[in-house]
């Protein structure tokens, strides 16, 4: 037997104050889109968001409301009148926003919609009808047939053109709900391709989120690849295609780069398991955007300045410097697409230090000195910076690249992050000596110098050369020398 399609009640309670507005103002309100096709599928989200649309008046519509529930408000579109009013209702954070009419009537609305899978709608009047929803839902291009068959389909061959967004979301979409993309989509996001140029860095970044938030980022990056969509999103891609690397590596830059990808998600499967690991990967760093997801980023991005660095030496292809490269290109995407202050500085240095694990390696027995400086320089992004390199090392197999090494490898990178967790759980050491001690000590000026001398100790410390004030001012004596 069918389950019956209703909003709960907490839902209803909210659209209710929402439809007594509507009416008391003799407006008609239409429940469309997202909320009516997770609905089918029976998708709940930790924090709802519900889209009404209306023939006009949805800007002052939506003021009024907000003034009324004593929620936030922001016009989304004023040319379109679009509006957003945001609330927090217990410990959910509810989304309502609002549009006019883009057509003269409901049946032109909702040829204006993406997908077929979206131009649902209901009248918001029949939500508190005691019938089964899913017998009202207005349905003109066949979306719950396609919600059926998995399917995404544009409602319009202009689709696209109306909104170049709309190529990434159909790809979001199909790896977030594991629905197929139709063949005409396929044309037309070809076709299109271009026109995502146009788009701002903030919707591009929004929609490439929604993708690295699943666990199919790579089967849906590769997809796009296939089209050379995702070049138009990170031009740096093209330069990085059909570059060999070596006997060390069976891939060129770039398929390496998405093989990184698909050995980070294969990590993640199991990272997850592990509590510590599962809490860092899930931390947001700005909005809802998790370090697990940006980490995805990183795997696209660490060899990006490989192009550029590129000689050839003796019959051997080298990238020396190739990760101060990468750490100016991965700025410049950084601008691009609009990242938060704290995402750039954690992608710029993850870049940056991505070869350090396997530096440390090649060691059998790496110093003290050089994994305190490792802990030191790569901060808060020390383990996704292991992370990141098992993923690129497991992506390296080349002629050359022996077991032995390869073992070596994922033993030292283990053994830092158990080191690393450990040591998140102690209580951090306060240092022995601070700059106003120096300074009296030995007659010296406020300066750099201080500074400098400040890290050397703190080093000696962390190594355990030295161990209480005695010994760090004789150590900082001879530094100073």
């Known amino acids: 037997m069918k389950s019956k399609l209703e909003f709960n009640l907490q839902d209803k309670k909210i659209l209710k104050i929402i439809y007594n507005c509507a009416t008391s103002r003799k407006l008609k309100l239409y429940l469309v889109g997202g909320i009516l096709r997770d609905l089918i599928l029976q998708r709940k989200k930790a924090n709802p968001d519900f889209d009404f649309c209306l023939k006009s008046g949805a800007l002052n519509f939506g003021r009024q409301l907000a003034h009324k529930l004593g929620a936030g408000f922001v016009i989304l579109d004023e040319v379109h009148a679009a509006c957003r009013v945001v609330k927090k209702i217990r410990n959910q954070i509810y989304t309502f926003d609002f549009t006019d009419f883009r057509a003269l009537n409901l049946e032109g609305d909702l040829r204006h919609r993406d997908f077929t899978i979206n131009a649902l709608a209901l009248k918001l009047e029949d939500v508190f009808i005691n019938k089964d929803l899913g017998s009202l839902i207005i349905d003109l291009y066949s979306g719950r047939a396609d919600l059926k068959s998995k399917i995404i389909r544009v409602t319009s061959a202009d689709s696209f053109r109306e909104d170049p967004l709309r190529i990434l979301r159909a790809f979001s979409f199909g790896c977030r709900l594991d629905f197929q993309l139709d063949k005409e989509v396929l ?3 070809k076709k299109n391709k271009h026109l995502l140029a146009t ?16 666990q199919q980022a790579y089967t849906c990056l590769t997809g796009l690849d296939k089209l050379k969509i995702l070049e138009i999103i990170f031009p740096e891609i093209k330069p990085m295609r059909k570059i060999g690397q070596g006997p060390y590596h069976h891939l060129d830059v ?35 955007r998790s370090r697990g997801s940006l980490l995805k980023l990183v795997c696209l991005l660490h060899d990006i300045g490989k192009p550029k660095a590129l000689r ?12 101060r490269i990468g750490l100016g290109l ?23 230090w991505h070869l350090r694990p396997g530096y440390l390696a090649s060691n059998v027995n790496p110093s003290e000195r050089a994994i305190f400086r490792y802990f030191r320089d790569t901060g808060q992004d020390a ?3 292991l992370l990141l390199s098992l993923a690129d090392q497991r992506a390296t197999k080349g002629p050359l690249t022996t077991a032995l090494s390869r073992t070596r490898h ?6 830092l992050v158990r080191r690393l967790f450990k040591k998140n759980q102690e209580k951090s050491v306060p240092r022995i000596l601070d700059g106003n001690d120096l300074m009296r000590k030995f ?27 005695f010994e760090a001012f004789k150590f900082a004596k001879k530094l100073i020398k």
């Not at 994922?410 to 053994?415: D, G, R, S, T, Y």
């Not at 007659?443 to 030295?466: M, N, T």
């Open 254 to 288: 770039w398929q390496h780069t998405l093989e990184t990808l698909r050995q980070f998600e294969m990590l993640l499967e199991s990272a997850k398991q592990k509590p510590e690991m599962s809490n860092y990967l899930n931390a947001e760093l700005s909005g809802s």
């Open 199 to 214: 788009v701002s860095g903030e919707r591009i970044r929004d929609e490439l989120f929604k993708i690295f938030d699943t």
């Open 312 to 323: 050839r030496e003796k019959r051997k292809i080298i990238f020396h410097g190739h990760e």
């Open 330 to 352: 991965t700025r410049i995407v950084c601008r691009r697409l609009k990242l938060a202050n704290d995402e750039s500085r954690s992608l710029e240095r993850m870049v940056l």
């Open 410 to 415: 994922e033993k030292i990178v283990k053994a």
């Open 187 to 189: 044309f037309l996001a």
């Open 443 to 469: 007659k010296l000026p406020p300066g750099r110098f201080i500074g400098q001398l400040l890290g050397k100790l703190e080093e000696a410390q962390g190594i355990g050369k030295i161990k209480n004030k």
């Open 383 to 385: 383990l996704g910076v």
